[in-house]
C-alpha cells in the first residue's frame, strides 16, 4: 500500500470539494502505507502542480514534456509504469495498454466525459479507470447559462452588427431576443451537470424545468423538475439543453426530425459531446430558421475549422470547448485524477472510478 502525505494538498481539496466528495477520507488512505514507490506517467506537463506534487509524495513520476502533446512521447514514456495521469483528451486504447505493459493497473483522466477511451480494451486487461465528474459540474453549468444568455439575446449577431457597421439605433424591433424569465427550460440528461443547472436556473424565475434521460431521477423534486419524454422537452420547450454523455444511444440525437419538433423561438445549447447532434441538421435548422439560435461549446469537429458552415450563421454562438477552463476547475480535476491514481494503486475505492472490474 502507498501512504498520501501531502496533508496541506488533501486538506485543500478536502476543504474544497467536502460538499461534493463525500465519499474523501484522507485519514483513510493515510493510514495505508508501505515502502513501495509506484512508477506514475503524467501525459501532460501543463497537468498542475498540485497534482504532480501529490503524486510525488508516494510516486516516481514521471511527466511528458512536449507541447502540443506528442503521442510518441507518451508511447515512449509509458511502458513499465503501474499508472497513469492521463491529462489529454488523446485516445486511450489498445496501443496503448500494449505499450505500457501488464505493470499498468490504473489509469484516471483528467475529465468527466470519457468517449476517448476504449473501456471495453481496458476492462479485459483489468485495468482500473477514473475520471472527474463532480468538480466540472459547477463550471460547466456557469458556462451553460451564458450561453443561453449569448444565443437568446443575439450577442454573435450583434458583434456582427458592430462590425459590419449595420448598429441601428432608432428601432424598437430590432435585435429582439428571448428571456430566460418565463421560459420552459428542458434538460437532456440530468446528472451531475444537468442538476447543477437546474440548480443555477433557480434564480431566473423560469416558468418550467423539464428534463429527460434515462431515468427519473429522485433529486429533480428538489429542482421542482418534471420528468418528459424527449419528443415532449423538444416540443415544449423555450431552451433544450443537452448535458447527457455521449453514448450509442445519444449520438446524433438531436437530428432532423427532433429540430423539427423543436419550436421557431426555441434556443439549443449544447455542453455536452458536438456529436450529439447531427450537425448538418442543426446548421440547417438555424439557417431556415426552424430554431432560433444555438449556444455551442462542443462541436464537431474540435478544433472547428473556421470555414465550417456553423461559422457563417449569425445565429450560433459558438465557444471553444470553455466548459471546464477556470483556473479552480482544472486544478481539482488535476486533483481528483491524481487521487484516484492514489487510491487505484493503494487498492482503495478511487473518489470517481469510471467503471467496477
Ligand atoms: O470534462 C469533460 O469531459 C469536458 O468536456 C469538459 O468540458
Redesign the pocket.
Known amino acids: 500500500m502507498i501512504s498520501i502525505t501531502n496533508r496541506s494538498v488533501l486538506g485543500r481539496l478536502f476543504k474544497l470539494n467536502s460538499a461534493i466528495l463525500p465519499q474523501f477520507n484522507p485519514s483513510k488512505t493515510m493510514a495505508s502505507q508501505s515502502d513501495k514507490r509506484f512508477k506514475v506517467l503524467v501525459t501532460s506537463p501543463e497537468v498542475p502542480k498540485a497534482a504532480i506534487d501529490l503524486l510525488k509524495k508516494s510516486c516516481d513520476v514521471t511527466i511528458c514534456e512536449t507541447l502540443p502533446p506528442e503521442r510518441s512521447e507518451m508511447l515512449k514514456k509509458v511502458p513499465g509504469v503501474d499508472g497513469v495521469l492521463w491529462g489529454t483528451?488523446d485516445k486511450l486504447n489498445d496501443e496503448v495498454l500494449d505499450t505500457a505493459g501488464e505493470t499498468l493497473k490504473v489509469i484516471s483522466?483528467?475529465?468527466?466525459?470519457?468517449?476517448y477511451v476504449d473501456q471495453p480494451a481496458l476492462k479485459r486487461r483489468k485495468v482500473q479507470l477514473g475520471?472527474?465528474?463532480v468538480v466540472?459540474n459547477e463550471?460547466?453549468a456557469e458556462?451553460t447559462i451564458a450561453l443561453m444568455v449569448a444565443a437568446a439575446r443575439r450577442f454573435h449577431e450583434g458583434r456582427l452588427h458592430i462590425e459590419n457597421e449595420t448598429w441601428i439605433t432608432w428601432s424598437h424591433k430590432w435585435m429582439l431576443g428571448y428571456d430566460i424569465k418565463g421560459s420552459t427550460v428542458g434538460i437532456v440528461g440530468f446528472g451531475g451537470i444537468g442538476q447543477s443547472i437546474a440548480q443555477r436556473l433557480q434564480g431566473y424565475e423560469i416558468k418550467e424545468l423539464l428534463y429527460t434521460g434515462r431515468n427519473e431521477k429522485p433529486e429533480a423534486k428538489k429542482y421542482n423538475a418534471k420528468y418528459v419524454s424527449f419528443d415532449e422537452l423538444l416540443k415544449t420547450s423555450d431552451f433544450v439543453i443537452a448535458a447527457c454523455p455521449l453514448t450509442p444511444e445519444t449520438k446524433e440525437m438531436f437530428n432532423e426530425a427532433a429540430f423539427n419538433k423543436m419550436k421557431p423561438t426555441s434556443i439549443f445549447v449544447n455542453?455536452a459531446?458536438g456529436q450529439i447532434a447531427d450537425q448538418k441538421a442543426l446548421y440547417n435548422a438555424l439557417k431556415n430558421h426552424t430554431i432560433f439560435a444555438a449556444g455551442l461549446?462542443?462541436m464537431t469537429p474540435e478544433p472547428l475549422p473556421k470555414d465550417d458552415p456553423l461559422m457563417t450563421l449569425p445565429n450560433c454562438v459558438i465557444i471553444p470547448?470553455?466548459?471546464?477552463?477556470t483556473e479552480k476547475a482544472t486544478e481539482n480535476?488535476a486533483l481528483v485524477a491524481a487521487h484516484n491514481v492514489l487510491r487505484g494503486l493503494a487498492g482503495e475505492p478511487m473518489i470517481s472510478p469510471a467503471y467496477q472490474l
Open positions: 483528451y483522466t483528467m475529465s468527466s466525459g470519457i468517449d475520471h472527474t465528474p466540472v463550471p460547466v458556462l455542453v459531446r461549446d462542443v470547448h470553455l466548459g471546464t477552463a480535476m
